[in-house]
C-alpha cells in the first residue's frame, strides 16, 4: 500500500499481487481482479518482493523467472540464513560467529550461549531461540544455524538504495528498540554515533548491493558493538525501521524503492529533524489520535494480538520537542 | 490521485469514477472495472466530485441524490456564478459589483470597463472576456453575469475545511500568481498580509460553510484590495492552490477533504515553513528533475499546450533558500 501511495508523485502505478492466491489488487484499492501471468508480465516494467520469502508456485516462478524481476539473485541467498551468512563471509563483511544447525555441540563447546535460528522463515522474533550453558541439547538440525551471543549495545539499521543504472543512496543509521522480539521504536538519525559506524555500514551495503547486482531498497540490520559494527540481518526490501523516512526524510523509502526499480534518479536523501517511528501493535485504531502530536499511518487491518496496526511519525526540530511529542502516546499499548 | 494517495494513512481507500463513462479506476491504479450503480452507492461511505460541473446522466443523478453524496445543496448554487453571487449578496460577503448579463448596457454604463463570464462551465481562464470602454457592444447573453472589473493588489485563496461533524479548520491565505489565465505559482503562506485579512478570509469562510452544510475542503478565491477583501470565486473542493499542502503543511488538503468527509477529526494545519508551488504547464517530464531541489508530482498524462502536467512543491525555511529553490527551476517552461 505504501508503495502505491509513494507512485503516485512519481507516476508510477503500483498494483498488488497476493503470490498465494493471484489476487490482484489494483493501486491502494481492495477491490480484486484476476489477469493471467501474460498479461501481468507484459503490462509492468518492474516486480519487486515485500516480503522475505516467497510460495514455491508456478505464478510465483513465471514472475521471478522474468528479467523484470531483479530481484532473482538476492532471493537465492538471502532469504535463506546459512547462504546469506556464507555470502557475508565471502565478502568480509563483519557478522556474528556462526555455524550450520548441525555443529550445535561444537557452537555450545566454543561459545557457551547461543542462539539458534530457522533458516527460513523467522521474522519478528519468531523461529530464534536461545540456548545457555547447561539447557539441555536439541537435536541438531540442519534447518538452522547457531550464532554466538552478542553483547550489543543496541541494535541500527541501514536503508541503502542501488538503482537498476547502479547509482546508489544511503539513509543516515537508525536505532531500533524491540520489544518481545517485534520493533517498536525507531529514532532517526541514531544518536551518540561512534564516528566511523555511517561510513562503515555504508561500504558493507555499497559491497552486498554490487555482489546481487540488486535495485531497490535494503535494509540491513546492525548490532553496534560500540567499536565494531556487525551485521545481524539483511532484508532485500522496503522495512520497518526506515517507515520514519515518510515524514522525516526528503524522499521516502517508498520513493526511493520505486525511483531504483524504475531507473530514475536516486538523489541523495536528507533527514529533515529529529525523528522517530513507533509501530501501533495489536492496537484497536482510535480516532482522537488524529488530534495527536505526530502523523498517523494507519493499515486497516484486522486486529491481532502484538500485530502491526499502523504506526506513528514524529518529526521534531531538537530531541526535547521529539521526547514530548511521543510522551503524548504513551497510553497507548495493546491491551 | 492525491485523493487516493492521501487515504493510504487514513486507512480510507479512494476509487475514482468517471461520471461521463462509469469507468472505476480503483485506487491509483490505471486499470479498470464497472460496478453497478447500487453496488457504488453501497460500496462507499461517502461520494465527493473534484470538478466544477457534471455532466446530467442517469449515474450521475442516481449518486448524487445519495446521502453520501453531501455535496448536493452545493452543486445547486456554486457552479452557476449567478446563483454563486446571489449567495454571496445572501450572506453580505463582500464580492466584485456584479449584474445578470441581460443587464450588460447598465453594467457598461455604471462600471466602463467590464468582464463578461459565463455562468457555467468557465475554468482556467476560459469563458472569461474582458470588455473596455469603447469596445463594440455583443448582444446581452443570460447565460453570463458581467462584473465590474477590480484593481487588486493580488490574488490570494483561503482553503477551508468543514467535517460532517461541524468542525472547521483553516490553511494559511497564499498568494496566486496567474500566467495566461492558468495559475502559474501559489506563495504559502502570503506575505506582508494586512492583518486582518486572515479572519476576515475565515470568517467569510465559515459562513458559505455553514450555509452549504458543506463537508470537506472548499477554496475561495479573493482579490486582495490592501484594505478590502473580495471573493472571485469558490470552488467546493481540493484546489491547486493547496497542493503546496502536500509537503508544506502538517495535514494536506486531500487528507484534510477526507478527514472531513468521513467524520474525522480535522486539527488545525500548520505551514512547515516557507512554501511555494509550481504548476508545470504543457511540458514533457524529464527525469533529470528529479535530482533538483524541490518536490516534483506528476500526473503521468499526455501532454498538450498549457495542461497541467504535474508540479513541484518547494519547502525553505526563509525567503531566500525559497527564491534559490525556485530559481532552479526557472529554465523549465513551454517549449
Not at 90 to 101: D, K, N, R, V
Not at 235 to 242: E, L
Not at 279 to 292: E, I
Not at 303 to 328: C, Y
Request: with cysteine; aromatic share 6%; glycine share 8%.
Amino acid at each position: 500500500m505504501m508503495l502505491a501511495e509513494a507512485g503516485v508523485r512519481l507516476g508510477v502505478i503500483v498494483d498488488r499481487l497476493s503470490p498465494e492466491t493471484g489476487e490482484l489488487f489494483p493501486g491502494t484499492s481492495d477491490l480484486v481482479m484476476h489477469l493471467d501471468t501474460d498479461t501481468l508480465l507484459s503490462r509492468y516494467d518492474a516486480i519487486t518482493v515485500e516480503r522475505d520469502t516467497m510460495p514455491d508456485n508456478a505464478l510465483v516462478n513465471s514472475l521471478m523467472a522474468s528479467p523484470k524481476a531483479a530481484i532473482e539473485r538476492t532471493m537465492a541467498v538471502l532469504p535463506d540464513r546459512l547462504t546469506q551468512k556464507q555470502l557475508l563471509d565471502e565478502l568480509g563483511i563483519a557478522t556474528s560467529p556462526w555455524l550450520p544447525g548441525t555443529a550445535l555441540a561444537q557452537a555450545r563447546e566454543q561459545w557457551g550461549n547461543v542462539v539458534i535460528k530457522a533458516r527460513r522463515g523467522g521474522y519478528d522474533g519468531r523461529g530464534t531461540h536461545f540456548l545457555r550453558t547447561g539447557d539441555a541439547q536439541p537435536d541438531a538440525d540442519e534447518n538452522t544455524i547457531v550464532e554466538a551471543t552478542i553483547n550489543f549495545r543496541r541494535e541500527l539499521s541501514l536503508l541503502a538504495a542501488r538503482s537498476s543504472h547502479g547509482d546508489m543512496a544511503f539513509y543516515p543509521l537508525v536505532e531500533n528498540v524491540h520489544r518481545d522480539g517485534i520493533l517498536n521504536v525507531t529514532r532517526a538519525p541514531a544518536q551518540q554515533l561512534a564516528p566511523q559506524h555511517q561510513a562503515r555500514a555504508e561500504n558493507m551495503a555499497r559491497a552486498l548491493l554490487e555482489k546481487l547486482d540488486y535495485h531497490g531498497i535494503m535494509a540491513i540490520e546492525l548490532f553496534d558493538c560500540s567499536d565494531e559494527l556487525l551485521v545481524n540481518e539483511i532484508s532485500p526490501r522496503v522495512h520497518n525501521s526506515g517507515h520514519w523516512t515518510q515524514e522525516g526524510a526528503t524522499i521516502s523509502q517508498f520513493e526511493m524503492h520505486l525511483r531504483a526499480l524504475t531507473g530514475l534518479p536516486l538523489k541523495p536523501p536528507e533527514a529533515k529533524g529529529f525523528a522517530a517511528m513507533r509501530n501501533l501493535l495489536g492496537v484497536a485504531y482510535d480516532t482522537g489520535w488524529l488530534h495527536r502530536p505526530g502523523y498517523v499511518h494507519w493499515y486497516a487491518k484486522e486486529v491481532r494480538p502484538g500485530r502491526k496496526m499502523g504506526h506513528v511519525n514524529f518529526i521534531a526540530p531538537d530531541a526535547d520537542t521529539l521526547a514530548r511529542q511521543m510522551a503524548a502516546w504513551r497510553d497507548v499499548t495493546e491491551t
